[in-house]
């Protein structure tokens, strides 16, 4: 089984930007996809992205138009690109080898985790 790590989080001030970047222990191209997923203080976990082996992507309603995911499966990583971040989006991020199938609208996706979470990287917003 592939090995997801997460890194890239830190203290940055509302407005600002960072890339997340989630580093597979082998090959990720016949994964059918990576979730990143979230989770504040005191809240459930919560799907922030994914993106399946097809470049296909889903993206939470909260971060539409802010985050941006991305795949290079020549370096076995995803990223996530992070802009114009916002106190709420203060999180522990996490990624995970995940299914995403999709349903009748076009563009949409079922989804699930299919592994086990590994320690996440925080991301704090805050000035």
């Known amino acids: 089984q592939v090995q997801l790590v997460e890194s890239g989080g830190g203290l940055v001030q509302p407005g600002g930007s960072l890339r997340l970047s989630c580093a597979a222990s082998?090959?990720?191209?016949?994964?059918?996809?990576i979730l990143w997923y979230r989770q504040a203080p005191g809240k459930q976990r919560e799907l922030v992205a994914g993106?399946?082996?097809?470049?296909?992507?889903l993206y939470a309603d909260p971060v539409k138009g802010r985050f941006t995911i991305s795949r290079d499966n020549a370096k076995n990583t995803v990223y996530l690109q992070m802009n114009s971040l916002k106190p709420e989006d203060t999180a522990v991020y996490y990624c995970?080898?995940?299914?995403?199938?999709?349903?009748?609208?076009?563009?949409?996706?079922?989804?699930?985790?299919?592994?086990?979470w590994g320690q996440g990287t925080q991301v704090t917003v805050s000035s």
């Open positions: 995970n080898e995940g299914l995403m199938t999709p349903t009748y609208y076009s563009g949409d996706y079922y989804y699930t985790p299919l592994g086990s």
């Open positions: 082998g090959s990720i191209s016949s994964i059918n996809a």
């Open positions: 993106i399946t082996s097809g470049g296909g992507t």
